[in-house]
């Protein structure tokens, strides 16, 4: 194997010789494999240099127990950006009435400014970053406070274009210094803007997009497009990212479309606007369980089985509950869920053996 381009391969990489080593291990308890002194010394030390030099570039955990605490830490980054955040709105609005205009302006230009540069002294003295995305994430709740005071200050009319520069701010922090919350934010309000855009297109208030589920389509079939026509793969470890909210996204909107067609665009009645989008949501789950095997990347099948699954058990409700006793509902329910299980396994099986070499 090559040497590992970022984070993610090496903690790959660490991952792969820790469960190498247990397999070693049961394979020798078991007498299927036995290494003498002079070559177990060697593999253990080619080992060991490995996983330091691995520690020493990338800071990758290579114990169980300090992958718990890794996990542990980005919970408490995370819980901890948020509580800044909001304190830092807190803040503002607790003093804001004792300042001028002018003081008012260079304390909010100011703030996203120092908390940048937090960020970029955070990111220089700490490999793991944990650091970096807490202090990122109040950084970006400033710059976000910012436009929005800003606004109020100059009485701006409100614009679903605030909200993209949001996105890009997020995003600007995410791609510097390889950060998955502010990416996840950024996305996020790319997801509202195109999804206000949209709904300005159709000749409602931009502010209303939320009421239409199918403003929210165009940006998840982008974020769902963006792994698959990206030409350079530098930051492949965002790619998981991308594909799980644009595919979340579509399905929830199709989810609720096939359920009240009322709130769809289309000029159809409402039960033929539910029968297509059922239609939709059955075949876009089916097509990406399938391109999710085909592309050995599970995250993909596991939310198109779960949606599917979602789908089918909601048309079994509408269809067999009014009529059918309820024990016989439910004894149906569960022999198709053993069939769903035995199908689901099935997938599995190919999914693994589409992946051996």
Not at 50 to 64: I, P, Y
Not at 193 to 211: D, I, K, Q, R
Not at 217 to 235: H, S
Request: hydrophobic share 55%.
């Amino acid at each position: 194997m090559g040497e590992p381009a970022d984070k993610r391969e090496a903690q790959q990489r660490a991952d792969r010789i820790r469960a190498f080593r247990e397999e070693l291990a049961e394979l020798e308890r078991e007498g299927a494999l036995t290494l003498d002194a002079a070559q177990r010394a060697a593999l253990e030390s080619h080992l060991q240099r490995t996983l330091a030099a691995l520690a020493e570039r990338f800071d990758v955990d290579t114990t169980e127990s300090q992958k718990r605490i890794s996990w542990g830490m980005r919970i408490a980054s995370t819980l901890g950006g948020l509580a800044l955040s909001a304190a830092v709105v807190l803040f503002f609005y607790r003093f804001w009435g004792v300042l001028g205009i002018p003081a008012q302006v260079a304390v909010l230009a100011a703030t996203p400014l120092l908390l940048l540069g937090a960020t970029e002294f955070a990111a220089r003295r700490e490999r793991t970053l944990y650091y970096a995305s807490l202090l990122s994430l109040v950084a970006f709740g400033a710059f976000v406070l910012n436009l929005n005071v800003l606004g109020s200050i100059f009485n701006l009319t409100p614009s679903p274009h605030a909200v993209l520069a949001w996105g890009a701010f997020a995003l600007l922090l995410a791609y510097t210094y390889r950060l998955r919350l502010p990416l996840a934010a950024g996305l996020v309000c790319l997801l509202g803007y195109t999804a206000a855009v949209s709904s300005s297109w159709h000749g409602w208030h931009w502010l209303s997009f939320p009421e239409r589920p199918e403003n929210f389509l165009p940006g998840a079939l982008i974020l769902m497009l963006v792994p698959v026509v990206r030409v350079r793969r530098r930051y492949a470890e965002f790619d998981w990212l991308y594909r799980t909210l644009g595919l979340l996204t579509f399905f929830l909107a199709i989810l609720i479309l096939s359920e009240a067609g009322v709130l769809s665009y289309l000029p159809m009645r409402d039960t033929a606007v539910k029968t297509m989008y059922q239609v939709v949501g059955f075949g876009a789950a089916g097509l990406a369980m399938w391109m999710g095997a085909r592309g050995h990347l599970p995250g993909v099948v596991n939310l198109g089985a779960a949606f599917f699954t979602v789908y089918l058990y909601l048309r079994f409700y509408h269809w067999w509950w009014d009529w059918m006793p309820g024990y016989l509902f439910f004894l149906v329910v569960g022999l198709i869920s053993i069939g769903l299980l035995a199908l689901f396994r099935k997938l599995r099986v190919r999914t693994a053996e589409a992946a051996r070499p």
